[in-house]
């Protein structure tokens, strides 16, 4: 979240520094990066709207919450990386190709891309200390600074070979090579929020420790299917099949079936014990398996919703 609040805040100040470059230098090179911090601007709006949106807790509507909401608004946000970004920049730098334009390169332009650079290298380092697994919202501030601090070499470069060499074309090359740049990053954000839609696997190591809590519980005596999925970059859903160990069952009975045994007379009274004691059962294997769901969730609290079903 510090990440995404930081990124919004420092791509606004560099698109406007960089539009007001663009339109008075008419440097192709320069509006595809303000193209790009626009993009970035709006994508990680809608970002954190997802991380907002995603914290509302369970409702009626809604039991287990709207965690996997922050992946639509990620998803909506690199298709917007894709068509706004990719396609505008792409298409500006062919349009400096068809028609060209010598761009006017001054002071200013040399100041814009340094505080740039200095902003989006400043939220990169804050996007790469706070990753983890399943963040996305995280994984697009990281690539998308990535985009922009080489974006803005790739503008100097540009500038430059253009100063130098005379050949105006350079600029348009610039723009296209950042536009291709952004169209790769939303195919791969695209392909992360789509995969966390539709129920993606929790990371293994997480499984296996979980899979260790459950057969250090006593009741367990085989795990037949354990099933876990990511619900957000914090929590995570589990449901496990597992074969409950019936003598430790009964041996927590002991005393109760002892009594009840020395009441049975007849095949009417055994049959009376038959019905009570499914019944007993019943309660004690699901009291003991809200028992176990209860210490899976304190021994691992990324467990956000724990399933449990005997075999």
């Not at 099949?241 to 069952?249: A, K, Q, R």
Request: net charge negative; hydrophobic share 50%.
């Amino acid at each position: 979240m510090k990440a995404v609040k930081f990124a919004i805040l420092g791509n606004t100040v560099v698109c406007f520094m960089k539009f007001a470059v663009a339109f008075t230098g008419g440097s192709a090179s320069m509006f595809a990066e303000a193209i790009h911090s626009l993009a970035d601007t709006l994508n990680q709006a809608l970002l954190w709207v997802g991380i907002r949106r995603s914290r509302i807790g369970p409702s009626k509507e809604f039991p287990l919450g709207r965690g996997q909401e922050r992946f639509v608004w990620g998803l909506i946000s690199a298709c917007g990386i894709f068509f706004v970004g990719a396609g505008v920049t792409i298409y500006h730098g062919i349009e400096g190709l068809i028609h060209p334009k010598q761009p006017e390169i001054n002071k200013w332009t040399a100041l814009v891309l340094m505080a740039s650079f200095i902003l989006e290298s400043t939220t990169l380092l804050i996007a790469w200390f706070e990753r983890k697994e399943a963040d996305t919202a995280n994984l697009a501030v990281l690539l998308e600074d990535t985009a922009a601090v080489f974006g803005v070499f790739l503008a100097t470069g540009a500038i430059i070979l253009t100063k130098l060499t005379g050949n105006i074309y350079w600029d348009s090359y610039g723009s296209i090579i950042v536009g291709i740049m952004l169209a790769i990053i939303a195919v791969i954000l695209i392909k992360e929020n789509l995969s966390y839609l539709i129920e993606r696997a929790s990371p293994e190591k997480l499984q296996e420790e979980v899979r260790q809590y459950l057969e250090e519980l006593p009741l367990v005596e085989d795990i037949k299917e354990v099933r876990m999925i990511v619900l957000t970059p914090d929590e995570h859903r589990l449901r496990a099949e597992v074969e409950i160990n019936g003598y430790l069952l009964v041996r927590e009975m002991e005393e109760s079936l002892r009594d009840d045994f020395e009441d049975i007379e007849d095949f009417g009274d055994f049959l009376q014990f038959c019905a009570a004691f499914a019944n007993r059962v019943t309660r004690t294997v699901g009291a003991k398996i809200d028992e176990m769901e209860a210490i899976l969730k304190k021994r691992a609290p990324y467990l956000k919703y724990v399933d449990i079903k005997p075999s």
